[in-house]
């Protein structure tokens, strides 16, 4: 970048002087600005590295977090030089009696009456009549148990004709399998829902003096995906018949058959739900196994989807826009994502700004959540509308001013040219700011990584995905019902 060796300087005049130390000034001041750059960008780095180290930080908390460090440090300079008052004890406020939610009214009551000892007065002997009574409740747990439902077809015979009649052989879940339906459903709640896998499980059985190897258990969960497949095609088509969707993707390892080692498959998700718009419509998500990320894969899953697609930037999505059936809607929360990554790593008045800018644009979206989409759609034309045409004018003129390598000036590029996209919201109520119903839906998987797979049969999670149809938008009880009539009535379907 500098010159080896410099000019005779006893040969050059004034002019050539100035010109030479210009031009050394100027590269001194671009390797200057460059390093920094570098700086800045390994600093970041390192913040997000860490961050992926020890875990993952709440924005809204460390929000609320600045916002209290500065009221207490108000408190400590407006509390110095006064004395603390001690407050006598009968003064002190009593203290706040426990709040005790009333017990579930759909739990089965098992009363116990308690008779006083004496059935006559202990003072004159006289009969005594019933005055009132004192009722009160206990949560109690009864014990999960097994059990064995034996089937027993007696023969009959003609005693004419000798002819032999019996009940036909009633129908498995799994054929010529030992569980029935509501163990396979505890199976399947235990391991997707209540993220329990199946070699603990099988430890827990053993407890109970019932051995159930793990491999018969992953057997037993491949076997139950193919009976839950109507439902799962009931609830793609429900998904997609929606007019809004949106969609996300999360790595899970997989064993490859044979070779025992660990691959990276790809398990997307479609997630309709428009309850914060107001609609009645039950919410539902749809998952899809794939080995790999590529981008004919959702081009798959969506082929006869028409509607907006609320996604994150990855480029497989993108020619998914390209005929103008599905429109993108672009996610404000990764927008705001980058600029809080680089105020974590060094706060500047721009990184503070722009986070302030998009959370005046949550603000409106908390108020009119599951609102109509009309009045959704009236308030953010005449709110976060101006809003909006201001931060564009604001991104534009910060771009102008900063360096084209630094990362503040690719977080404002990331938002400008991803505009239309994100700002689409503010036109249509039934649009949503951000992508957060996806992230949420994948979170079920993110807490259950790990027992994607149980080291045994592994090759079934394509099957076992399908499960988690059943279990996101449900509690667990309702998910084992859910399964457990779903095979139920696989029972009595042909064949």
Same mark, same amino acid.
């Given at each position: ?21 210009? +031009?050394?000034? =100027? *590269?001194?001041?671009? @390797?200057?600005?460059? #390093?920094?750059?570098?700086? %800045?960008? &390994?600093?970041?780095? /390192? ?40 407050? +006598?004890?009968? =003064? *002190?406020?009593?203290? @706040?009696?426990?709040? #005790?939610?009333?017990?579930? %009214?759909? &739990?089965?009551?098992? /009363? ?384």
């Amino acid at each position: 970048m500098f010159p080896a060796a410099l000019p005779d300087l006893d040969s050059l005049d004034l002019e050539a002087m100035k010109a030479l130390v210009m +031009a050394q000034h =100027e *590269r001194y001041t671009a @390797a200057l600005s460059s #390093r920094t750059t570098e700086i %800045e960008r &390994l600093k970041l780095l /390192v913040e997000k590295l860490k961050h992926m180290l020890f875990g993952r930080k709440s924005e809204k908390v460390l929000r609320q977090i600045e916002q209290l460090e500065l009221q207490i440090e108000d408190l400590e300079v407006a509390t110095i030089g006064e004395e603390i008052q001690a407050i +006598a004890p009968a =003064e *002190r406020p009593a203290p @706040a009696k426990p709040f #005790r939610r009333a017990l579930p %009214e759909h &739990l089965p009551r098992e /009363v116990h009456t308690h008779m006083p000892e004496h059935e006559a007065c202990p003072d004159c002997g006289k009969r005594l009549r019933p005055l009132g009574e004192d009722v009160a409740e206990m949560l109690e747990y009864v014990r999960a148990c097994f059990k064995v439902i034996r089937h027993v077809r007696p023969k009959l015979s003609c005693e004419a004709c000798d002819r032999i009649v019996q009940a036909p052989a009633p129908s498995r879940p799994i054929d010529r399998g030992l569980a029935g339906p509501g163990l396979l459903a505890h199976v399947l709640v235990s391991k997707y829902a209540d993220h329990v896998p199946l070699y603990r499980q099988s430890e827990i059985y053993a407890r109970e003096g019932v051995d159930l190897d793990r491999s018969t258990l992953a057997g037993w969960v491949g076997a139950t995906s193919e009976l839950l497949t109507p439902l799962v095609q009931a609830v793609r088509d429900h998904v997609l018949a929606a007019s809004k969707l949106h969609a996300d993707d999360t790595p899970v390892p997989v064993l490859a058959p044979g070779t025992g080692k660990t691959r990276t498959g790809r398990l997307w998700t479609y997630v309709r739900d428009d309850r914060p718009s107001g609609s009645a419509d039950a919410p539902a998500v749809w998952f899809a196994y794939t080995p790999d990320r590529k981008g004919e894969r959702p081009r798959e899953h969506l082929k006869r989807y028409r509607g907006a697609l609320q996604a994150d930037a990855y480029a497989g999505f993108h020619h998914l826009y390209e005929g103008g059936a599905i429109y993108e809607v672009a996610c404000w929360a990764h927008a705001r994502r980058k600029f809080h990554e680089i105020h974590l790593a060094h706060a500047s008045p721009i990184t503070s700004e722009a986070i302030e800018r998009i959370a005046a644009l949550y603000a409106i979206e908390k108020e009119i959540r599951g609102s109509t989409p009309e009045v959704r759609k009236n308030v953010r034309q005449a709110r976060a509308k101006p809003l909006l045409d201001r931060m564009h004018t604001w991104l534009e003129a910060t771009l102008a001013k900063l360096s084209p390598k630094s990362d503040t000036a690719a977080a404002i590029r990331y938002a400008l040219s991803r505009w239309r996209a994100l700002t689409r919201y503010a036109d249509d109520g039934q649009l949503e700011i951000d992508n957060n119903a996806a992230e949420r839906a994948l979170r079920v998987v993110a807490l259950g990584r790990k027992n994607s797979h149980d080291r045994l049969h592994c090759q079934a999670l394509p099957f076992c995905s399908k499960t988690w149809h059943l279990l996101c938008y449900k509690q667990s009880t309702r998910a084992y019902t859910t399964v457990a009539q779903t095979l139920i009535r696989a029972l009595d379907s042909p064949g």
